[in-house]
């Protein structure tokens, strides 16, 4: 059976793993003649959970706690779609799919909301795991900075001592998914060195 390889890419709000992952496909279509498709994809999805959670992002609320069980359930179903409808029907036909988002997302942040990691991991247990993992790591400052320069509205979550929970608990990724590749990349560079960063991490892979 053909398989493809699954790359996913995490991290905090403002630490550009939207661009590197765009520049990763890109870089993937002009080394390889051979790959006629990459899929970059993202969560939240806007599936009917999806639009449920991006409205519960826009909220005005100074609780980045708030309906922590609710979004736990949202994130997860979300991913139960993408998975079925996008993610593992690429993967079948021996596309390249590229993450922005996934359960690390929700390990990481619905934790830093309160919820159970254990749990978050039960419930998540059953989806494809990524060939590798990327989390994408930079001072919470440099992220908040890097957001507020964009000038888009802030979310419910993009708030500093909420960020330095998640980046927390991105940090321990690797202990907490121990039998998964997981590789932590240093955001806090130009954009170019970090993406020679990722052609390192992933080329192996995709040379396979
Ligand atoms: P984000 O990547 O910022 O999406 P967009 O750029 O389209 O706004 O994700 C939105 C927010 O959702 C972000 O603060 C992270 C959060 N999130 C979770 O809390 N749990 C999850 O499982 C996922 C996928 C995202």
């Known amino acids: 059976?053909?398989?493809?390889?699954?790359?996913?890419?995490?991290?905090?709000?403002?630490?550009?793993?939207?661009?590197?992952?765009?520049?990763?496909?890109?870089?993937?279509?002009?080394?390889?003649?051979?790959v006629d498709h990459v899929l970059v994809t993202r969560e939240p999805t806007h599936s009917k959970f999806g639009l449920e959670l991006?409205?519960?992002?826009?909220?005005?609320?100074?609780?980045?706690?708030?309906?922590?069980?609710?979004?736990?359930?949202?994130?997860t179903l979300d991913r139960?779609?993408?998975?079925?409808?996008?993610?593992?029907?690429?993967?079948?036909?021996?596309?390249?799919?590229?993450?922005?988002?996934?359960?690390?997302?929700?390990?990481?942040y619905q934790s830093a909301q309160g919820m159970s990691t254990q749990r978050i991991m039960d419930d998540n247990a059953g989806f494809p795991v990524p060939a590798l993992t990327l989390i994408f790591n930079l001072?919470?400052?440099?992220?908040?900075?890097?957001?507020?320069?964009?000038?888009?509205p802030a979310e419910l979550f993009e708030k500093k001592d909420f960020l330095e929970k998640?980046?927390?608990?991105?940090?321990?990724?690797?202990?907490?998914?121990?039998?998964?590749?997981?590789?932590?990349?240093?955001?806090?560079q130009s954009i170019e060195q970090v993406h020679a960063d990722v052609i390192n991490a992933v080329k192996p892979l995709i040379d396979a």
């Open 139 to 152: 001072p919470v400052d440099v992220a908040v900075s890097r957001l507020e320069k964009s000038g888009r």
């Open 54 to 75: 991006r409205q519960r992002l826009a909220q005005k609320s100074d609780d980045p706690t708030t309906s922590k069980e609710r979004f736990q359930e949202l994130f």
């Open 166 to 188: 998640v980046k927390a608990l991105y940090a321990k990724m690797p202990q907490l998914l121990p039998k998964e590749k997981i590789a932590l990349i240093n955001a806090n």
């Open 1 to 34: 059976m053909v398989t493809g390889v699954f790359l996913v890419f995490e991290g905090l709000d403002g630490s550009g793993k939207t661009l590197q992952a765009l520049k990763l496909a890109d870089w993937v279509f002009s080394t390889y003649k051979r």
């Open 80 to 108: 139960e779609e993408h998975v079925d409808s996008v993610i593992a029907p690429a993967l079948a036909k021996g596309t390249i799919v590229i993450g922005d988002r996934y359960k690390h997302s929700t390990i990481a």
